[in-house]
C-alpha cells in the first residue's frame, strides 16, 4: 500500500509541474498584441516539437513491437490522419467562435491524451523500480513545463480570464495521476499496441493544432481572434 501510495504521488507531482507553465499569465505586456502572436508561435512550436520528436518515436517504439518497420511507419501515419481528422471535425462542429479559445480547449484535450500514457509509464515504472521512476518523473516534469503554457495562453488571451486558464490547465495536469490511476487498475490490461495507438493519435492532434489552427503569422488584428 506504501509503494503504490509513493508511485501514485510521484506521478502526481509529474503531472502538476504543467501548471508551472501557466504562471506565465501572470506577467504583463505593454503590446498585447505581439505577445498574443509570439504566445501562439511558442505553442505551435512546442505542440510540433513534442510529437515529432517525442510521441511518433515513442508510437513506433511501442508499435515496432508487433509489426516490422513498414507497416508500423503505415499505422503510424494513418493514426496521424486520424487525429488530426478529429480537430477538423471539431472545428466544424463547433459552436465556440473565440478562436484562441477554441486553440485553448483543443491543446487542453491533445495533452490530456499525451499525459494519460505518461501516467501510466511513469507509474509502471516507480511501480517496478523507484529510482528509475523518479528519473523518469523528473524528465517528464521538465517536459510538462512548456505544455502548460500551450495551454494556458491562448485561453488567457482569447477569454482574459486567468481562472479559466489555470482551471484547465489544472486539468490537463490531472490527467498524469489518472493515467497512474488507470494503470493500477488495469496493470494486467495495458498493451503496447495501445500506448502506439494514443501516442500516434495524439501526435497526429498537435501537428494539425501547429500547422493549420495555429496562424499566427496570418493574424492582423487583435480583434478578429475574440
Same mark, same amino acid.
Given at each position: 500500500?506504501?509503494?503504490? /501510495? @509513493?508511485?501514485?504521488? #510521484?506521478?502526481? @507531482?509529474?503531472?502538476?509541474?504543467?501548471?508551472?507553465? &501557466?504562471?506565465?499569465?501572470?506577467?504583463? &505586456? *505593454?503590446?498585447? $498584441? *505581439?505577445?498574443?502572436?509570439?504566445?501562439?508561435? %511558442?505553442?505551435? +512550436?512546442?505542440?510540433?516539437? +513534442? &510529437?515529432?520528436?517525442?510521441?511518433?518515436?515513442? &508510437?513506433?517504439?511501442?508499435?515496432?513491437?508487433? $509489426?516490422? =518497420?513498414?507497416?508500423?511507419?503505415?499505422?503510424? =501515419?494513418? $493514426?496521424?490522419?486520424?487525429?488530426?481528422?478529429?480537430?477538423?471535425?471539431?472545428? *466544424?462542429?463547433?459552436?465556440?467562435?473565440?478562436?484562441?479559445?477554441?486553440?485553448?480547449?483543443?491543446?487542453?484535450?491533445?495533452? #490530456?491524451?499525451?499525459?494519460?500514457?505518461? !501516467?501510466?509509464?511513469? /507509474? %509502471?515504472?516507480?511501480? *517496478?523500480?523507484?529510482?528509475?521512476?523518479?528519473?523518469?518523473?523528473?524528465?517528464?516534469?521538465?517536459?510538462? #513545463?512548456?505544455?502548460?503554457?500551450?495551454?494556458?495562453?491562448?485561453?488567457? $488571451? !482569447?477569454? !482574459?480570464?486567468?481562472?479559466?486558464?489555470?482551471?484547465?490547465?489544472?486539468?490537463?495536469?490531472?490527467?498524469?495521476?489518472?493515467?497512474?490511476? /488507470?494503470?493500477?487498475? @488495469?496493470?494486467?490490461? +495495458?498493451?503496447?499496441?495501445?500506448?502506439? +495507438?494514443?501516442?500516434?493519435?495524439?501526435?497526429?492532434?498537435?501537428?494539425?493544432?501547429?500547422?493549420?489552427? #495555429?496562424?499566427?503569422?496570418?493574424?492582423?488584428?487583435?480583434?478578429?481572434? %475574440?
Amino acid at each position: 500500500m506504501n509503494n503504490l /501510495f @509513493l508511485c501514485l504521488t #510521484i506521478t502526481l @507531482l509529474s503531472g502538476l509541474s504543467t501548471i508551472i507553465g &501557466s504562471f506565465i499569465i501572470l506577467f504583463k &505586456s *505593454k503590446n498585447e $498584441y *505581439k505577445l498574443i502572436k509570439i504566445s501562439l508561435l %511558442i505553442s505551435a +512550436i512546442i505542440m510540433a516539437y +513534442i &510529437s515529432i520528436f517525442d510521441l511518433i518515436p515513442e &508510437s513506433f517504439t511501442y508499435i515496432n513491437k508487433l $509489426y516490422s =518497420f513498414i507497416p508500423t511507419v503505415i499505422l503510424i =501515419f494513418i $493514426y496521424n490522419i486520424f487525429g488530426g481528422l478529429l480537430v477538423y471535425t471539431i472545428n *466544424k462542429k463547433s459552436k465556440i467562435d473565440n478562436k484562441l479559445y477554441k486553440i485553448g480547449i483543443i491543446s487542453m484535450i491533445a495533452l #490530456i491524451l499525451h499525459n494519460i500514457p505518461e !501516467g501510466i509509464i511513469t /507509474f %509502471i515504472s516507480s511501480y *517496478k523500480n523507484i529510482k528509475i521512476g523518479i528519473r523518469l518523473s523528473l524528465s517528464i516534469a521538465i517536459h510538462n #513545463i512548456p505544455e502548460g503554457i500551450a495551454i494556458s495562453l491562448p485561453i488567457y $488571451y !482569447g477569454t !482574459g480570464s486567468r481562472k479559466k486558464a489555470f482551471y484547465h490547465t489544472l486539468i490537463a495536469a490531472l490527467s498524469e495521476p489518472l493515467g497512474g490511476l /488507470f494503470s493500477y487498475l @488495469l496493470l494486467n490490461k +495495458i498493451n503496447d499496441y495501445l500506448f502506439g +495507438i494514443i501516442l500516434s493519435f495524439t501526435a497526429g492532434i498537435m501537428l494539425y493544432l501547429s500547422f493549420f489552427d #495555429i496562424k499566427y503569422h496570418k493574424i492582423k488584428k487583435y480583434d478578429k481572434l %475574440i
